[in-house]
């Protein structure tokens, strides 16, 4: 079975910090996909981004980067620079893909509280 | 706007009451999902939906009844629940082809029962 642990509840910083929210995941999938969603206090699950299980790049996006090490099942999110606007809870899920339609596992989810 | 509408956003109901739930897309996608996020613990998947027929109930209890249309569109009819019931429901929907895609969500109905 699938599993998604994400070890951080709440992690509260200052703006212009540095923070890394961490997710571990487990699978007997060869193939899989992982995923980091963000919910603000309006509830929707904004999608932040994909990741494939054959695809170890690091990736950066502005002040977003990801780090996916498959020797450790580890696929970590750092937010650099952080600002008030990051606020939110922050998820991290795993795909199937070996059947018709995907399901996705989530993790309990990291709030993150930024303060001015 | 996300792609994915839910109504109504705020649902206050007893446990006598009937009520559903609305979940719209048009975004193209053939797999629809409802999840139940509670306080403290991880979304739960309820019911998944591909090309309008169930493939997954993920144990839910029978007040809960989905319903499926059309590709489109995904409702939950709430019949006798209890107050652990309360929290915020979220749909989704996603391509067919699988977990490439992931999903996307609406802003959910935030579930009150009394």
């Known amino acids: 079975a699938q599993k998604v642990t994400q070890a951080q509840t709440e992690i509260s910083v200052v703006e212009k910090e540095d923070v890394t929210l961490d997710c571990v995941y487990e699978?007997?999938?060869?193939?899989?996909?992982l995923f980091w969603y963000k919910q603000p206090p309006s509830g929707e699950l904004v999608f932040l981004i994909r990741?494939?299980?054959?695809?170890?790049q690091n990736e950066i996006s502005g002040r977003y980067s990801w780090n996916f090490q498959k020797s450790t099942s580890s696929f970590n999110f750092t937010i650099t620079a952080s600002q008030v606007v990051d606020s939110a809870v922050y998820f991290c899920?795993?795909?199937?893909?070996?059947?018709?339609?995907?399901?996705?596992?989530f993790g309990k989810g990291t709030m993150l509280l930024v303060s001015p | 706007e996300t792609g994915v509408t839910q109504t109504p956003r705020h649902l206050v109901m007893g446990m006598t009451n009937k009520k559903s739930l609305k979940c719209e897309q048009h975004?193209?996608?053939?797999?629809m999902y409802w999840y139940k996020q509670s306080a403290k613990k991880p979304l739960e998947l309820m019911f998944v939906y591909n090309f309008k027929e169930q493939t997954e109930n993920n144990s839910v209890p029978s007040r809960f009844s989905p319903e499926c249309p059309n590709s489109s569109h995904l409702f939950l009819h709430l019949h006798t629940l209890q107050p652990e019931d309360s929290a915020l429901y979220l749909c989704?929907?996603?391509?067919?082809?699988?977990?490439?895609?992931?999903?996307?969500f609406g802003s959910g109905t935030r579930l009150t029962v009394v």
């Open positions: 899920a795993l795909s199937e893909t070996n059947s018709g339609y995907s399901t996705l596992t």
């Open positions: 990741r494939n299980s054959f695809d170890e």
């Open positions: 975004l193209g996608h053939n797999a």
């Open positions: 989704a929907s996603s391509q067919r082809t699988g977990g490439a895609g992931g999903y996307t």
């Open positions: 699978t007997r999938d060869t193939t899989y996909y």
